[in-house]
């Protein structure tokens, strides 16, 4: 009997709790430091491509298109000739001028032998000098009708000129908007065709008044023209998300802000010696903005509530406190801050998904690291 007695009691031992304290006892969490850095961050704002000249070719006088001698797509040299008019009416025109110049220029001789003709007469006073002083009145208006004529010779050369149309820059040929064919006029609504230099590109993007603060403020110069010598290059994102393998480098900022935008227009030039870009391409430019001594906190370690970002601030005697941070930018897995908490500070990286205000933990190293990383 007194057997049976000592085994139950062994048993109820056996199976008691051995430490009634482990419920209370303070849960393991893994803690970091947080620390500054200095981060870069880059922003994407949508740009436009144009090449550094897009000329836009009309014909400068009316005709027939007769000729084409481009295809769209090709590149052309300047000087190479795009079109012809049909010129015949303009050859017309300038024969037409050149028997007006004859007709003038013998009008011209006849006033001339009128004036020798009636010169000794006068100084022999057989006649009146009122004749003479008529002779040469005629002599000076034929001479102004053969300048006239030959005015209207310049006039019609040119004119014949334009019927070959000739690209004025090196580049490629757009699109060609008129078929042989058609009736052209310089008062045509449309372009005959564009021609592109995109050996080098202007890609426009533009910043908000905050953006553009923040992106000058940080770089050495008292104007404008001085901070941009000191920028770094900048990388063009394409529109299939590929990075252009070439930087770029910021040249130009507009003289003032978009009223009705609140932006300002900024150009960067991109060198395209292959000419794999053209005239008309988007992307987006990414702009990088240096953040100096800047507190880095792992997204993973934050939680939001009521539209505000917490975190867990661990205090010297190992109670945590909900505090709400400021963010300026994100960088990989990082949040950017600046208010709300400092350097020093040691917050909870994970686990505190049911952590009540005021709560003791032990701190726990994070897995693999002492401290937040840097990006």
Not at 78 to 96: E, H, M, R
Not at 134 to 139: E, I, V
Not at 172 to 190: A, C, E, H, M
Not at 353 to 374: R, W, Y
């Amino acid at each position: 009997m007194k057997t049976s007695i000592y085994v139950a009691a062994s048993l109820l031992w056996a199976c008691a709790p051995k430490n009634q304290d482990a419920p209370n006892r303070p849960p393991t969490l893994p803690v970091s430091t947080v620390v500054a850095s200095s981060v870069t961050t880059y922003q994407d704002y949508p740009a436009s491509i144009e090449g550094i000249v897009n000329v836009e070719i009309r014909p400068q006088v009316s005709g027939i298109l007769e000729r084409i001698y481009v295809d769209e797509g090709k590149f052309v040299h300047a000087g190479t000739v795009l079109f012809k008019i049909d010129d015949k009416p303009f050859q017309a025109t300038l024969s037409n001028a050149m028997a007006g110049l004859h007709a003038a220029q013998a009008a011209l001789i006849n006033a001339n032998l009128e004036v020798e003709k009636l010169t000794p007469l006068v100084t022999n006073k057989v006649i009146a000098e009122y004749q003479l002083k008529t002779a040469k009145a005629t002599s000076q208006l034929a001479e102004a009708n053969v300048e006239q004529a030959n005015a209207l010779i310049s006039t019609a050369k040119i004119n014949l000129g334009y019927t070959l149309i000739k690209a004025p820059v090196s580049g490629y040929v757009g699109r060609i908007l008129k078929k042989q064919g058609t009736l052209i006029s310089p008062q045509d609504p449309d372009e005959l065709i564009q021609v592109s230099n995109v050996s080098n590109l202007h890609v426009y993007f533009s910043l908000a008044e905050k953006d553009f603060v923040t992106f000058k403020d940080q770089y050495a110069g008292q104007s404008i023209e001085e901070k941009m010598k000191n920028l770094p290059p900048v990388s063009l994102l394409l529109a299939n998300n590929s990075i252009y393998p070439i930087k770029g480098k910021i040249d130009a900022v507009d003289g003032q802000f978009d009223k009705n935008t609140g932006a300002i227009t900024v150009r960067a030039n991109f060198p395209n010696p292959q000419g794999i870009l053209r005239s008309g391409n988007t992307g987006k430019v990414q702009l990088g903005v240096l953040h100096s001594n800047i507190l880095l906190v792992p997204q993973s370690a934050t939680a939001e509530i009521q539209n505000k970002v917490l975190v867990y601030v661990v205090s010297n005697n190992n109670k945590v406190k909900k505090q709400p941070i400021s963010i300026i930018a994100r960088s990989g897995e990082n949040y950017l801050v600046d208010g709300g908490i400092k350097a020093g500070d040691k917050i909870v990286l994970s686990g505190f998904d049911n952590l009540p205000e005021g709560a003791v933990i032990q701190p726990g190293n994070p897995p693999g690291k002492e401290t937040v990383a840097k990006n």
